[in-house]
């Protein structure tokens, strides 16, 4: 699953761009690389279940993504993308695994600057959808996780036009089933990301 789900996005980076309309207005594609850290899981209400799923620790994980923007004008931009969270343990009682890929539509307001390195700085708004994957131990394997909500917000820059660097906090929410009981879970994230952007 985890290999369908990158040539996923990396088709999307590729086929996208043949469908943008040609305009004025210029088209702008990104892939960058994360890492997420300041991981926290809030299990919420938890309905039939015991203290087995708190207090969990865990690990730092990496995280993959492509986005494409259109200017809409020179201060603003919109657009969509998704990233891969890799999957990453969390300790407690037991080790579990898992992950998220979202997808998502974002605005990004952005000022010019005139400078040899850095060319702009923009906010960034980010709104879709979260789908969880677990890797679970013995029994615990039956559980399934229901898709969930996933917004981001944060900033960046830009430098040399090409390079960026951002800020990003964002959280995704979801419910774990295993038989009668339900377990609602939000995981929140607070990443660094880097990578190249292109005009299409």
Partial sequence: MKKSLLTLLLAVAMVVPAFAAKGDKYINAKLGLGVNSNVSIDMGEISG???????????????????????TSDNLSVGFGANYVFNTSAKTYSEYKGGTTNIYVAVKPEAKIESDLFTSLYLIGQIGLSFGRTDLPGEMSALDI??????????GTTI?????????????????????????????????????????
């Fill in 49 to 71: 279940a015991n203290d087995m799923f708190e207090g969990f620790d865990t690990d730092t994980p990496f995280m993959l993504g492509a986005e494409f923007f259109y200017a």
């Fill in 146 to 155: 229901d898709s969930g909500i996933y917004f981001g917000a944060g900033f």
């Fill in 160 to 200: 040399k036009d090409a390079f960026f660097v951002e800020l990003i906090f964002s959280s995704c929410n979801g419910t774990l089933k295993y038989g009668p009981y339900s377990i609602d879970i939000q995981y929140s994230i607070t990443s660094i990301n880097v990578g190249y952007k292109f005009n299409i």
